[in-house]
Protein backbone atom coordinates (compact mmCIF):
# COMPACT_ATOMS: atom_id res chain seq x y z
CA UNK A 1 0.00 0.00 0.00
CA UNK A 2 0.98 3.78 -0.60
CA UNK A 3 -0.28 5.99 1.37
CA UNK A 4 0.14 9.70 0.79
CA UNK A 5 1.96 12.16 3.35
CA UNK A 6 -0.15 11.16 6.64
CA UNK A 7 -1.71 14.41 8.42
CA UNK A 8 -0.54 15.15 11.83
CA UNK A 9 -3.03 15.64 14.13
CA UNK A 10 -1.87 17.00 17.53
CA UNK A 11 -1.92 14.69 20.11
CA UNK A 12 -3.60 15.51 23.82
CA UNK A 13 -1.62 15.75 26.99
CA UNK A 14 -2.09 12.70 28.89
CA UNK A 15 -0.63 11.49 32.50
CA UNK A 16 -0.82 9.72 35.37
CA UNK A 17 -3.94 11.13 36.67
CA UNK A 18 -5.87 8.48 34.41
CA UNK A 19 -7.98 11.10 32.79
CA UNK A 20 -6.32 10.48 29.60
CA UNK A 21 -5.03 6.64 29.15
CA UNK A 22 -3.41 5.29 26.12
CA UNK A 23 -5.54 3.09 24.14
CA UNK A 24 -3.80 1.31 21.00
CA UNK A 25 -5.74 0.93 17.75
CA UNK A 26 -6.05 -1.52 15.50
CA UNK A 27 -7.36 -0.45 12.13
CA UNK A 28 -7.95 -3.66 9.86
CA UNK A 29 -8.11 -2.60 6.20
CA UNK A 30 -9.84 -4.14 3.56
CA UNK A 31 -9.98 -2.84 0.03
CA UNK A 32 -9.09 -4.98 -3.29
CA UNK A 33 -8.86 -1.87 -5.02
CA UNK A 34 -7.47 0.95 -3.00
CA UNK A 35 -5.46 2.09 -5.63
CA UNK A 36 -8.17 3.20 -7.43
CA UNK A 37 -10.24 4.64 -4.51
CA UNK A 38 -10.08 8.25 -3.62
CA UNK A 39 -11.65 8.41 -0.77
CA UNK A 40 -9.99 5.88 1.28
CA UNK A 41 -7.06 7.11 0.22
CA UNK A 42 -7.94 10.55 1.45
CA UNK A 43 -9.14 9.08 4.80
CA UNK A 44 -5.88 7.00 5.21
CA UNK A 45 -4.03 9.95 4.43
CA UNK A 46 -5.51 11.51 7.80
CA UNK A 47 -4.26 8.74 10.20
CA UNK A 48 -2.55 10.53 13.33
CA UNK A 49 0.97 10.37 13.61
CA UNK A 50 0.85 7.46 16.56
CA UNK A 51 2.65 5.12 18.29
CA UNK A 52 -0.63 4.22 19.25
CA UNK A 53 -2.34 3.28 16.14
CA UNK A 54 -1.17 0.51 13.85
CA UNK A 55 -3.21 0.11 9.97
CA UNK A 56 -2.84 -3.60 8.70
CA UNK A 57 -3.95 -3.58 5.27
CA UNK A 58 -4.92 -7.03 4.61
CA UNK A 59 -5.21 -7.59 1.05
CA UNK A 60 -1.48 -6.26 1.34
CA UNK A 61 -0.18 -8.99 3.46
CA UNK A 62 -2.16 -11.72 2.36
CA UNK A 63 -2.73 -11.12 -1.18
CA UNK A 64 -3.15 -15.34 -1.65
CA UNK A 65 -6.37 -14.99 1.86
CA UNK A 66 -3.51 -17.25 3.66
CA UNK A 67 -3.90 -15.59 6.24
CA UNK A 68 -1.64 -16.29 9.89
CA UNK A 69 -3.65 -16.93 12.08
CA UNK A 70 -1.29 -16.80 15.23
CA UNK A 71 0.18 -13.74 13.94
CA UNK A 72 -3.11 -11.86 13.79
CA UNK A 73 -4.24 -13.25 16.77
CA UNK A 74 -1.11 -11.66 18.94
CA UNK A 75 -2.36 -8.49 17.27
CA UNK A 76 -5.73 -8.25 18.58
CA UNK A 77 -4.01 -8.76 22.15
CA UNK A 78 -1.71 -5.65 21.95
CA UNK A 79 -4.85 -3.56 20.73
CA UNK A 80 -7.34 -2.20 22.65
CA UNK A 81 -9.63 -0.88 19.92
CA UNK A 82 -9.94 -2.86 16.31
CA UNK A 83 -12.03 -1.52 13.62
CA UNK A 84 -13.20 -3.14 10.81
CA UNK A 85 -12.20 -0.14 7.61
CA UNK A 86 -13.45 -1.09 4.01
CA UNK A 87 -15.69 -0.24 1.75
CA UNK A 88 -19.14 -1.38 1.70
CA UNK A 89 -19.23 -3.84 -1.39
CA UNK A 90 -22.82 -5.30 -1.63
CA UNK A 91 -24.34 -4.50 2.02
CA UNK A 92 -21.07 -5.94 3.32
CA UNK A 93 -17.26 -6.02 3.53
CA UNK A 94 -14.62 -7.98 0.84
CA UNK A 95 -13.66 -10.85 1.02
CA UNK A 96 -10.67 -11.39 2.63
CA UNK A 97 -12.64 -9.64 5.95
CA UNK A 98 -15.01 -11.99 5.94
CA UNK A 99 -12.05 -14.95 5.50
CA UNK A 100 -10.42 -12.80 8.63
CA UNK A 101 -12.93 -13.25 11.08
CA UNK A 102 -13.95 -16.70 10.35
CA UNK A 103 -10.41 -17.98 10.72
CA UNK A 104 -9.00 -15.53 13.69
CA UNK A 105 -11.85 -15.39 15.61
CA UNK A 106 -12.00 -18.78 16.78
CA UNK A 107 -14.39 -21.14 19.37
CA UNK A 108 -12.11 -21.49 22.70
CA UNK A 109 -10.35 -18.45 22.00
CA UNK A 110 -12.71 -15.50 20.93
CA UNK A 111 -15.66 -17.00 22.26
CA UNK A 112 -17.30 -19.66 23.38
CA UNK A 113 -16.03 -21.77 26.39
CA UNK A 114 -12.70 -20.28 27.67
CA UNK A 115 -13.09 -17.72 24.56
CA UNK A 116 -11.71 -14.55 26.27
CA UNK A 117 -9.27 -13.42 25.04
CA UNK A 118 -11.14 -10.21 23.12
CA UNK A 119 -13.64 -9.55 26.34
CA UNK A 120 -13.40 -5.80 26.70
CA UNK A 121 -12.16 -4.43 23.90
CA UNK A 122 -13.59 -2.05 21.19
CA UNK A 123 -14.86 -2.71 17.66
CA UNK A 124 -16.72 -0.35 15.03
CA UNK A 125 -16.83 -0.27 11.15
CA UNK A 126 -15.65 2.23 9.22
CA UNK A 127 -17.19 2.06 5.64
CA UNK A 128 -17.74 4.08 2.73
CA UNK A 129 -20.62 3.30 0.35
CA UNK A 130 -21.76 5.61 -2.94
CA UNK A 131 -25.08 5.20 -1.84
CA UNK A 132 -25.72 8.46 0.65
CA UNK A 133 -27.56 8.17 4.18
CA UNK A 134 -30.67 9.39 2.82
CA UNK A 135 -30.44 6.27 0.92
CA UNK A 136 -30.14 4.39 3.24
CA UNK A 137 -33.72 3.57 5.89
CA UNK A 138 -36.69 2.19 5.28
CA UNK A 139 -38.27 4.13 3.28
CA UNK A 140 -35.31 4.56 0.98
CA UNK A 141 -33.64 2.55 -2.18
CA UNK A 142 -31.56 0.25 0.08
CA UNK A 143 -34.71 -0.66 2.42
CA UNK A 144 -32.57 -0.89 5.35
CA UNK A 145 -30.31 1.18 7.78
CA UNK A 146 -26.38 0.58 7.54
CA UNK A 147 -26.11 -0.09 11.16
CA UNK A 148 -28.71 -2.90 10.33
CA UNK A 149 -27.08 -4.22 7.24
CA UNK A 150 -24.29 -3.68 9.52
CA UNK A 151 -25.92 -6.47 12.10
CA UNK A 152 -23.02 -9.87 11.77
CA UNK A 153 -19.90 -7.53 12.90
CA UNK A 154 -21.78 -6.14 15.94
CA UNK A 155 -23.18 -9.73 16.63
CA UNK A 156 -19.87 -10.91 16.03
CA UNK A 157 -18.27 -8.20 18.39
CA UNK A 158 -20.63 -9.08 21.24
CA UNK A 159 -20.15 -12.76 20.59
CA UNK A 160 -16.76 -12.08 21.61
CA UNK A 161 -17.51 -9.75 24.54
CA UNK A 162 -16.51 -7.02 22.69
CA UNK A 163 -17.97 -4.00 23.04
CA UNK A 164 -19.86 -2.09 19.71
CA UNK A 165 -19.78 0.93 18.80
CA UNK A 166 -22.01 2.90 15.87
CA UNK A 167 -19.96 3.07 12.52
CA UNK A 168 -18.27 5.94 11.00
CA UNK A 169 -19.70 6.41 7.67
CA UNK A 170 -18.83 8.10 4.10
CA UNK A 171 -21.56 8.30 2.21
CA UNK A 172 -22.55 9.42 -1.35
CA UNK A 173 -18.73 8.95 -2.23
CA UNK A 174 -19.20 9.85 -6.38
CA UNK A 175 -20.63 13.08 -5.33
CA UNK A 176 -18.07 14.29 -2.80
CA UNK A 177 -16.30 17.78 -3.43
CA UNK A 178 -12.63 17.77 -2.46
CA UNK A 179 -13.50 19.56 0.26
CA UNK A 180 -16.08 17.95 1.52
CA UNK A 181 -13.67 14.46 1.23
CA UNK A 182 -10.93 16.29 3.52
CA UNK A 183 -13.47 17.57 6.14
CA UNK A 184 -14.25 13.82 5.89
CA UNK A 185 -10.91 12.65 6.43
CA UNK A 186 -9.90 15.27 9.15
CA UNK A 187 -13.10 13.51 11.16
CA UNK A 188 -11.85 10.31 10.63
CA UNK A 189 -8.19 11.55 11.65
CA UNK A 190 -10.09 13.39 14.56
CA UNK A 191 -11.86 10.09 15.80
CA UNK A 192 -8.71 7.91 15.70
CA UNK A 193 -6.91 10.75 17.95
CA UNK A 194 -9.79 10.72 20.31
CA UNK A 195 -9.53 6.92 20.71
CA UNK A 196 -5.99 6.21 20.82
CA UNK A 197 -6.05 8.73 24.09
CA UNK A 198 -9.01 7.34 25.82
CA UNK A 199 -10.83 11.01 25.73
CA UNK A 200 -14.42 9.35 24.99
CA UNK A 201 -17.31 8.03 26.78
CA UNK A 202 -18.70 4.85 24.93
CA UNK A 203 -21.85 5.79 26.60
CA UNK A 204 -22.44 8.90 24.91
CA UNK A 205 -21.11 7.10 21.72
CA UNK A 206 -23.75 4.56 21.99
CA UNK A 207 -26.76 7.54 21.80
CA UNK A 208 -25.67 8.52 17.79
CA UNK A 209 -26.15 6.37 14.90
CA UNK A 210 -23.02 7.29 13.39
CA UNK A 211 -19.72 8.54 15.07
CA UNK A 212 -20.06 11.13 12.67
CA UNK A 213 -22.67 13.00 14.81
CA UNK A 214 -20.61 12.55 17.81
CA UNK A 215 -17.63 13.74 15.73
CA UNK A 216 -19.60 16.82 15.03
CA UNK A 217 -21.00 16.96 18.50
CA UNK A 218 -17.43 17.17 20.16
CA UNK A 219 -15.94 19.26 17.95
CA UNK A 220 -18.54 21.78 18.59
CA UNK A 221 -18.27 21.27 22.46
CA UNK A 222 -14.69 22.00 21.95
CA UNK A 223 -14.56 25.09 19.99
CA UNK A 224 -14.84 28.13 21.72
Not at 114 to 119: H, T
Request: proline share 5%; net charge negative.
Amino acid sequence: MKIDDPMIVPTLPHGDDGYFNTRRVLILFAHPRFEKSRVNRALLSALPVSDAITLHDLYELYPDYNIDVEAEKQLLLTHDIVIWHHPFYMYSAPAILKQWMDLVLEYGWAHGEGGDFLKNKTAFNVITTGGTREAYRSDGFNRFTIREFLCTFEQTARLCKMTYLPPFAVQGTYRLTNEELARHAADYGFLLQQLSVGANGREEMEQFSFLNDWIATRQRIQTP
